[in-house]
Each structure stands twice: as C-alpha cells, then as structure tokens.
C-alpha cells in the first residue's frame, strides 16, 4: 500500500489534532529529567535498512503518538521497512503527555537492555512499545507485566522504574531533539527534513515518496 493506496484507506480515520501533545506553548524539558546527565546508555532503536532515514520523536504517553503507531507505523512497516525502503529510528521525546510518559519510556529502554544482543541491538523494544501505547498502559505494575509477555523479567522493569535507570538516554534523545527543533510529538524527520504535518499520515506518506524520488 503506497501513498494512493494509503490515502484511500485512511480517509475515513478522525483526525488526530493539529498541535501534538507539548509541554504548555513549547516543548521543555519535563522536571523528571533535569539535571540529568544526558550519557547515553543504548542505541537508537531502528527498523530497515533503506537509504531513507525516518526519525519519529514521540512520547509513549502521548494520544496523538498513539494513534500515529495505531495508524500510520504499520504501513510504514508493511510499505517502506520490510521492503527496505527506508530506515526507521525511534526517539523518545518525553513532553509528559501523560503522568507515566518518563516511566513508560524508561520502561521500554529497560526491555530493551534486557534483550538485546550484538546481532539485534533493539531487542523486544519494538513489541514492548506497541503494547504500552496500543493499551495505553501507564501503572509501574501493568508496565512490570506487559514485559513478561515480551519474554522479560517483570522485576527487570520494576527496578528500572525504582532507580530510573534509562533517564540518561531519555534526555540524551530530548537534546538531540530539542537540537533539531522538535517542539511536539509526534514529530517525523524525513532524510533530515521535518513534515510539516507529523500527526497525518497522508503527508509523511508524501515526503516519503518524495525522498523516495517517486
């Protein structure tokens, strides 16, 4: 399903806002995360390996960053990862969207570290991510079980969430972010371009397609 395709099947989707989920006007480091030291500890998560580099920036407490993964990522994977077209990297973007948005991103960084491996450095992150922001699990508990079904130790998120672990590589993407302009999420870079409208899947269809030369 390609940008004609893609607009047909989702001209019937509600819209999801126009200004993102941010913090008050623009975007500022939520307190959680000051004084921080941004020392990153893990890898961008990516998918694909295409020519086209695809950076989303979200919050996984976010309503407009759920539903861009409930419906725009799939046919960005079906249409442009598998296929490799472009290469897909995930940045945490923490705008406190919701109470949870730093636990759940800490959460997810913690599934990460518990499963990668040379070969695979984003581990189950991708699975562990779907599920938190498809059921909207917010709660230090719910999040410790949605791991197991990842095949994680529950107490592996659990003492991530006790010692906020992962908060380095959360404020290492904020800056690398705030570097690049993001104010809102989601936002998606496009071979290093912003779309205009990141919340509607029609437009960074087209800019795809574009840096595609199609």
């Given at each position: 399903?390609?940008?004609?395709?893609?607009?047909?099947?989702?001209?019937?989707?509600?819209?999801?806002?126009?200004?993102?989920?941010?913090?008050?006007?623009?975007?500022?480091?939520?307190?959680?995360?000051?004084?921080?030291d941004?020392?990153?500890?893990?890898?961008?998560?990516?998918?694909?390996?295409?020519?086209?580099?695809?950076?989303?920036?979200?919050?996984?407490?976010?309503?407009?960053?759920?539903?861009?993964?409930?419906?725009?990522?799939?046919?960005?994977?079906?249409?442009?990862?598998?296929?490799?077209?472009?290469?897909?990297?995930?940045?945490?973007?923490?705008?406190?969207?919701?109470?949870?948005?730093?636990?759940?991103?800490?959460?997810?960084?913690?599934?990460?570290?518990?499963?990668?491996?040379?070969d695979?450095?984003?581990?189950?992150?991708?699975?562990?991510?779907?599920?938190?922001?498809?059921?909207?699990?917010?709660?230090?508990?719910?999040?410790?079980?949605?791991?197991?079904?990842?095949?994680?130790?529950?107490?592996?998120?659990?003492?991530?969430?006790?010692?906020?672990?992962?908060?380095?590589?959360?404020?290492?993407?904020?800056?690398?972010?705030?570097?690049?302009?993001?104010?809102a999420?989601?936002?998606?870079?496009?071979?290093?371009?912003?779309?205009?409208?990141?919340?509607?899947g029609?437009?960074?269809?087209?800019?795809?397609?574009?840096?595609?030369?199609?």
């Amino acid at each position: 399903m390609h940008r004609r395709s893609f607009l047909a099947a989702t001209a019937g989707t509600a819209a999801v806002g126009l200004a993102g989920c941010t913090s008050f006007l623009e975007a500022s480091i939520p307190s959680e995360l000051e004084d921080v030291d941004a020392d990153r500890q893990l890898p961008v998560p990516t998918l694909g390996d295409g020519d086209v580099p695809v950076t989303v920036y979200e919050d996984l407490g976010c309503p407009h960053c759920q539903e861009f993964q409930a419906d725009v990522f799939p046919t960005l994977e079906s249409d442009y990862i598998e296929p490799g077209e472009i290469e897909y990297r995930h940045r945490d973007f923490v705008v406190m969207a919701s109470e949870s948005s730093a636990a759940r991103a800490n959460a997810a960084r913690a599934v990460q570290a518990a499963t990668q491996t040379d070969d695979d450095p984003n581990g189950r992150f991708f699975e562990y991510k779907r599920t938190v922001m498809r059921d909207d699990i917010g709660s230090a508990d719910e999040l410790a079980a949605a791991a197991e079904d990842v095949g994680v130790d529950p107490s592996t998120v659990t003492e991530a969430l006790e010692d906020d672990t992962y908060y380095p590589t959360l404020v290492a993407d904020w800056e690398h972010g705030e570097a690049e302009g993001v104010e809102a999420t989601p936002t998606v870079f496009v071979d290093g371009e912003p779309v205009d409208d990141s919340q509607d899947g029609e437009s960074v269809v087209a800019a795809i397609e574009d840096a595609l030369g199609r």
